[in-house]
């Protein structure tokens, strides 16, 4: 199955898939700490693209990136630049930053796979895994000569430059925090 036929499929069905090497994959229900760190994530980035000023957009999942004619992945969250999308896309072109939330059944698919896929993209700069339980961040880098550049950050504020946002590791969890401490 091509992209094209698979976006044309899933339109209309119950859940949410993926299509990978043509092949159709379900994705997993979530817990509710992933779906409270995807939406922090999500908020955080939005946040600091209007701190920063910058013509670029935060979008949560939902929306689809293709990687190549047999492939489409659904990040949790990501950011392009430029002029805003049609209202009606399902699939962003060119993100700048990706954004996967780990949970057990992705765990090894967001290291390998997601990593490849996502830097065969010219586009992107910044791949970014949250994982929920050890809360913290996998920061993956474009950098000079086809470099990957990788940090992992707990504390710290991540330089997500191009397109020049701060991104503060512990708003990723803050939802989280609050609960834990019982407030």
Known sequence: ??????LTWADG???????????????SPERVRHAEVKAATYLALRSALKQAKS??????????VRV??????????LVYCGMRADPDATEITDPV???????PSTR???????????????????YLIVDPVKRLVIHHR?????????????QETLDLT???????????FADRASDDDGA
């Open 1 to 6: 199955m091509t992209v094209d036929e698979f």
């Open 13 to 27: 069905q119950p859940g949410r898939f993926e299509l990978v090497d043509g092949e159709v994959f379900a994705m």
């Open 55 to 64: 013509p670029c957009y935060a979008l949560p999942d939902g929306i689809s």
């Open 68 to 77: 190549d004619q047999d492939t489409v992945l659904e990040p949790d969250a």
């Open 97 to 103: 930053i990706v954004v996967e939330v780990q949970s």
């Open 108 to 126: 090894s698919v967001d290291s390998g796979l997601r990593l490849t896929r996502y830097f065969s993209l010219e586009s992107v700069i910044h």
């Open 142 to 154: 474009r950098a000079q000569g086809g470099l990957i550049e990788t940090r992992i950050a707990t």
């Open 162 to 172: 191009p397109p020049g946002l701060r991104l503060p590791v512990p708003e990723l």
